[in-house]
């Protein structure tokens, strides 16, 4: 198992940015499946953006592409979350989750990762 431990998340205003990381400990040395979901209050939580370790090939949700940007550190075994022109409509808890690879990446399906982060949280006010 891998501990991940989210971090950046805070206020801003429509059109601002924000850059969440997440840092990973334990067993680093196994190359994870990386995502970011978030979960609005009386929503489901939703797939935002992941990337498969493997190949460094992103994915990203419909709502969210060309605002929010996925990368991964090999060294840090981190992976951040750059957002930018952020809408009221991405206030959320935004989770960091990894997920022991597999062949197959089904990376908008939540049980593709076995460890999650506690969560930070993002507010963009109008």
């Known amino acids: 198992q891998v501990q991940l431990v989210e971090s950046g998340g805070g206020l801003v205003q429509a059109g601002g940015s924000l850059r969440l990381s997440c840092a990973a400990s334990?067993?680093?040395?196994?190359?994870?499946?990386m995502g970011w979901f978030r979960q609005a209050p009386g929503e489901e939580r939703e797939f935002v953006a992941a990337?498969?370790?493997?190949?460094?090939?992103?994915y990203y949700a419909e709502s969210v592409k060309g605002r929010f940007t996925i990368s991964k550190d090999g060294v840090k075994s981190s992976v951040d979350l750059q957002m930018i022109s952020l809408k009221p409509e991405d206030t959320a808890v935004y989770y960091c989750?990894?997920?022991?690879?597999?062949?197959?990446?089904?990376?908008?399906?939540?049980?593709?990762?076995?460890?999650w982060g506690q969560g930070t949280q993002v507010t963009v006010s109008s």
């Open positions: 990337v498969k370790w493997s190949s460094g090939r992103t």
């Open positions: 989750a990894a997920g022991t690879p597999r062949g197959g990446f089904d990376y908008q399906n939540r049980e593709e990762y076995g460890s």
């Open positions: 334990g067993r680093t040395s196994t190359a994870y499946n």
